[in-house]
């Protein structure tokens, strides 16, 4: 399945606020998000620009492969 990027793409990065680890990287459809509100106390979700999501991707790649959701 093609994940969709389009005007309504919304790209983030989810934290444990516990251990301030980065649990997941990804992005989804602002209508599919809770908009932004947080369900899950314990994480934080951080909204970045289209531009910061793929420059923090490249340059972490190796890291980030248990946690990318793209």
């Known amino acids: 399945m093609t ?11 989810e934290i444990d606020l ?8 990804g992005f989804d459809q602002r209508q599919l998000l809770d908009k932004g509100r ?5 994480i934080h979700r951080l909204f970045l620009t289209k531009g910061q999501y793929s420059k923090f991707v490249e340059r972490c790649k190796k890291d980030l492969q248990h946690v990318l959701d793209t």
């Open 3 to 13: 994940r969709i990027e389009d005007k309504d793409t919304r790209y983030f990065i």
């Open 38 to 42: 947080q369900t899950r106390t314990i």
């Open 18 to 25: 516990d251990t301030l680890e980065i649990i997941r990287v």
